[in-house]
Structures are given as C-alpha cells and as structure tokens.
C-alpha cells in the first residue's frame, strides 16, 4: 500500500513543490483535545513515511511548538531531501508565568503565549524559530496562519490582520523568501476560502491549506474561489475533509462539525450522505476522502492522525475503490453540487 502518486504545487519564482496525494497534518500531534504520547506520535509519523507520504504540515500553534518539534525528530530520521515541508507564520511563541499560558484547543503544552504578529519582523522571527524547533534550514511551502474571520473572531479582526500582512510587511518578508529562493511556495492556511480570494486579490500566492470548506458536505468555494484558482494556476492543500469529524464518524450523537456539535440540518443532511453510501457498500469516510480530490486544484488531501494505525487507516481509504455511480447518485439526489468535479478511477488507483 502507497500514496505516492504526486501532484505539484507551482512556485512562482522558485522550483515546484511535489505533494503526494496524501499528506501528514501536525495539529494532532500537539495535542489537540488530548495528549498523544511521543511513542505513539514518532510512530505515526514513521507510518506517514513508511506508507509514502512525503509531504508534512505543521504550524507553531500546534501544541506551542511541540509539533514542530516532533517533527522535526522524524525529520532527522527520514533525511530533510526525502520530505516536503510546510509551516506558518502568524503566531510568536514567548516564555510566559504559568498563567499567562495560552493552549487553544490543545493540552500539555510548553509555557508559552500565543502573541499574533503579521508583520515583516513577525514572519521572520516566527520562521526562524519554526526552523528551530524543526532542525532544518528552510521549509518548502511557508502559510499565513489563520487571518480568516473563524480563527480571529470577526470580520473586522480579520481585516485588521490583513492589512498588518500587507501594510506591515509580513507579505513583503515571504515574497523575499520566495524570491531569494529560501522556500518555494507562499499561501495562507485558514478556515475559509472567501479569504483566501480576497488574499489573491492583494497578493501572488501559490496556494492555500484550506480546512473544511470543500468537502462532501460544502461546496461553495466552487461559486467563484476554485475557478479563480485553476485560473491563476493556485494549488489547494485540502484539511478537514471530514468537517470536524462528522464525516467520519457519521451522523451519531455528539458528531463534530467545525469544531463544534453538528446542528440538525448536519446531521439529516449526512443521514442522506450515509444513505447513499449504504447502497453502495461504501463508508462515508471513504467517500469523503476522496471527493476532495476529484478537483483539479487539490493537490494533497491532510487528513490527522495520532498513531500508526490511523495513518494505515487513511492510507486503506484512499485506495478503496468506490463505484461510479456513488457520485452520480449523490448528484442526482442533490446531496453534491451537479458542477462539482467528480474523482474518476485514475484519481484513486493504487
């Protein structure tokens, strides 16, 4: 079993970054909603190699750098040549008293507070660190961390990050990476796609980590944001295909979806989703995999894991093949967008 098969994020100024179909998603391995032992996170990462993934994302916020550097003790093992390597900016990383300590979502972390810096002087400090905490000498693929209204409360906090971007110089410190060819490829990783085509509107990225906004449940990037891409030629790293969880576990009690309990119309709108991937002995999990894929721009699909046998798991799902007539009935019935790209046999053979 691999996920070898390649596609490739073009880098305007600087070499082409390969992505395997599947890649390996840090948030996870620093502890998100509960602690993963170091074992069980080396492990998945050897899986994640074992397997055929080469392409690898993390973020400072992930466990405040405990992802990173669990990463980077695989890296170490795996050669920095034999992997493809994304992190982020946006978040500083400062020593902090006990109780200034700011987790998010993630448990057993380091002393550290989160300060958010967009700024020519914060992407730089911001990657330095990264690379510390990474043991490497550069990344491949460097993302604006987390500017959209979701991660930053509102609208209007959202705007105020987008201009410190632009007006305080972080845009102009990745574009000198870019340029000075220290990485290949700049994009934004956020939870929303509208963001993302306002940012290429401002700005010439490569591509963007986008989490939970084109899956089997939501299609709306496909009004405008997933056409001005194959327009300018902007590759889609896919997070979240699974809407938080829902998609995996299905509509059960207590089901996920952004990061919250799904509400009602989630859930009987999944109940139909399910239905149709009964009647074709197909889980729902593996028709959500790979849906994302069927898209010309998504380069790569991240979906998390905290041991090795998630990873084989997610490795077994995008391999299953899944018949035809599963998509066309889902178009059919309304369940998916009639001008969504479906995955054909070639988006998903061994």
Same mark, same amino acid.
């Given at each position: 079993?691999?996920?070898?098969?390649?596609?490739?994020?073009?880098?305007?100024?600087?070499?082409?970054?390969?992505?395997?179909?599947?890649?390996?998603?840090?948030?996870?391995?620093?502890?998100?909603?509960?602690?993963? @032992?170091? /074992?069980?996170?080396? &492990?998945?990462?050897?899986?994640? +190699? %074992?397997? !055929?993934?080469?392409?690898?994302?993390?973020?400072?916020?992930?466990?405040?750098?405990?992802?990173?550097?669990?990463?980077?003790?695989?890296?170490?093992?795996?050669?920095?040549?034999?992997?493809?390597?994304?992190?982020?900016?946006?978040?500083?990383?400062?020593?902090?008293?006990?109780?200034?300590?700011?987790?998010?979502?993630?448990?057993?972390?380091?002393?550290?507070?989160?300060?958010?810096?967009?700024?020519?002087?914060?992407?730089?400090?911001?990657?330095?660190?990264?690379?510390?905490?990474?043991?490497?000498?550069?990344?491949?693929?460097?993302?604006?961390?987390?500017?959209?209204?979701?991660?930053?409360? @509102?609208? /209007?906090?959202?705007? &105020?990050?987008?201009?410190?971007? +632009? %007006?305080? !110089?972080?845009?102009?410190?990745?574009?000198?990476?870019?340029?000075?060819?220290?990485?290949?490829?700049?994009g934004a990783g956020v939870n929303e796609w509208q963001v993302c085509e306002r940012l290429l509107g401002l700005g010439d990225f490569d591509g963007f980590l986008l989490a939970g906004r084109y899956t089997l449940l939501e299609q709306?990037?496909?009004?405008?944001?997933?056409?001005?891409?194959?327009?300018?030629?902007?590759?889609?790293?896919?997070?979240?295909?699974?809407?938080?969880?829902?998609?995996?576990?299905?509509?059960?009690?207590?089901?996920?979806?952004?990061?919250?309990?799904?509400?009602?119309?989630?859930?009987?709108?999944?109940?139909?989703?399910?239905?149709?991937?009964?009647?074709?002995?197909?889980?729902?999990?593996?028709?959500?995999?790979?849906?994302?894929?069927?898209?010309?721009?998504?380069?790569?699909?991240?979906?998390?894991?905290?041991?090795?046998?998630?990873?084989?798991?997610?490795?077994?799902?995008?391999?299953?093949?899944?018949?035809?007539?599963?998509?066309?009935?889902?178009?059919?019935?309304?369940?998916?967008?009639?001008?969504?790209?479906?995955?054909?046999?070639?988006?998903?053979?061994?």
């Open positions: 079993m691999t996920v070898t098969a390649t596609e490739l994020l073009n880098g305007r100024t600087a070499r082409p970054v390969p992505l395997t179909r599947m890649g390996f998603g840090g948030a996870p391995l620093g502890n998100l909603y509960r602690k993963v @032992s170091d /074992e069980d996170a080396q &492990a998945a990462l050897q899986a994640a +190699f %074992d397997l !055929g993934i080469r392409f690898f994302d993390t973020a400072p916020q992930y466990g405040l750098g405990r992802s990173e550097q669990r990463f980077g003790q695989a890296i170490a093992r795996f050669g920095r040549e034999e992997i493809q390597l994304s992190t982020k900016i946006g978040r500083l990383l400062l020593d902090c008293a006990p109780h200034q300590v700011t987790p998010e979502a993630f448990v057993d972390v380091p002393q550290k507070r989160i300060v958010f810096d967009y700024t020519y002087d914060g992407v730089m400090r911001s990657y330095d660190a990264s690379r510390d905490r990474l043991g490497v000498s550069c990344a491949d693929i460097l993302l604006v961390h987390d500017v959209c209204a979701f991660s930053q409360g @509102s609208q /209007e906090a959202s705007d &105020a990050k987008i201009r410190e971007l +632009f %007006d305080g !110089g972080g845009y102009k410190a990745l574009v000198e990476l870019r340029e000075a060819g220290e990485i290949s490829a700049i709306d990037a496909l009004d405008s944001f997933l056409p001005l891409c194959e327009k300018r030629d902007v590759g889609i790293i896919l997070g979240g295909p699974y809407n938080s969880g829902i998609l995996a576990t299905g509509a059960v009690s207590g089901a996920k979806y952004n990061y919250a309990d799904a509400p009602e119309e989630i859930l009987a709108r999944v109940r139909q989703i399910e239905a149709v991937c009964s009647a074709h002995d197909t889980p729902l999990i593996a028709a959500a995999l790979q849906f994302v894929l069927g898209h010309p721009c998504v380069k790569t699909v991240v979906p998390g894991a905290v041991n090795a046998a998630e990873v084989q798991a997610n490795a077994a799902l995008l391999e299953r093949q899944i018949p035809a007539a599963l998509w066309s009935d889902l178009c059919s019935e309304g369940l998916i967008r009639s001008d969504a790209p479906l995955p054909g046999e070639a988006a998903y053979a061994a």
